[in-house]
T-cell receptor, first 112, second 121 residues
Framework: KQEVTQIPAALSVPEGENLVLNCSFT??????LQWFRQDPGKGLTSLLL?????REQTSGRLNASLDKSSGRSTLYIAASQPGDSATYLC???????????FGKGTMLLVSP | ETGVTQTPRHLVMGMTNKKSLKCEQH?????MYWYKQSAKKPLELMFV???????ENNSVPSRFSPECPNSSHLFLHLHTLQPEDSALYLC????????????????????FGAGSRLTVL
């Protein structure tokens, strides 16, 4: 059974710092991996989707990498801002016909 | 606005009540999902519908009853719930490819609604 772990569970940084969020998964036979952002009491917003054949994806200040063989993904946030404060969720799709398995998330707080 | 709308946003109900959660998507997607998000736990998939047919049911208690009358609407009917059912219920949709009996969710991104916060007293 696929399990997704996110470390750290919570992170607090001052504005301007570059930071890395980690995601690991137990079964490397994934189809793709997706990073989401969730603001308190709200739904999920998709940030980046990485196919299993890809190594990374970039969107603005966000860069997500994927190392399928080691079962790891990282989300890099450059020059963090208070508006980046949210919970970041990692989810993997184990196969072509299957749905996402989520981690518990990393709660990020960026202080002004 | 993501294109997936959930109502109501907040619901408080007693254990003997019957209520329904509604989800509507305006994205032309052909698959819809219900997820449950409880405190300190990962999102749990409850149901998946593809082209109005249920393709996945993750051992959800029968007090939760989904309905998908068309590809744009998804309901979750609730009856005789327990306090531990209190959670944020999230609806999502995606554009999936159907080949024969196989569903390929491939490259496609799930789009989520804002959720319905349910409290069972």
């Amino acid at each position: 059974k696929q399990e997704v772990t996110q470390i750290p569970a919570a992170l607090s940084v001052p504005e301007g710092e570059n930071l890395v969020l980690n995601c690991s998964f137990t079964d490397s036979a994934i189809y793709n991996l997706q990073w989401f952002r969730q603001d308190p009491g709200k739904g999920l917003t998709s940030l980046l989707l990485i196919q299993s054949s890809q190594r990374e994806q970039t969107s603005g200040r966000l860069n997500a990498s994927l190392d399928k063989s080691s079962g790891r993904s990282t989300l890099y946030i450059a020059a963090s801002q208070p508006g980046d404060s949210a919970t970041y969720l990692c989810a993997v799709r184990p196969g072509g016909y299957s749905t996402l398995t989520f981690g518990k998330g990393t709660m990020l707080l960026v202080s002004p | 606005e993501t294109g997936v709308t959930q109502t109501p946003r907040h619901l408080v109900m007693g254990m003997t009540n019957k209520k329904s959660l509604k989800c509507e998507q305006h994205l032309g997607h052909n698959a819809m999902y219900w997820y449950k998000q409880s405190a300190k736990k990962p999102l749990e998939l409850m149901f998946v519908y593809s082209l109005e047919e249920r393709v996945e049911n993750n051992s959800v208690p029968s007090r939760f009853s989904p309905e998908c009358p068309n590809s744009s609407h998804l309901f979750l009917h609730l009856h005789t719930l327990q306090p531990e059912d209190s959670a944020l219920y999230l609806c999502a949709s995606s554009q999936d490819l159907i080949i024969g009996d196989s569903l390929f969710s491939g490259a496609n991104v799930l789009t989520f609604g804002a959720g319905s916060r349910l409290t069972v007293l």
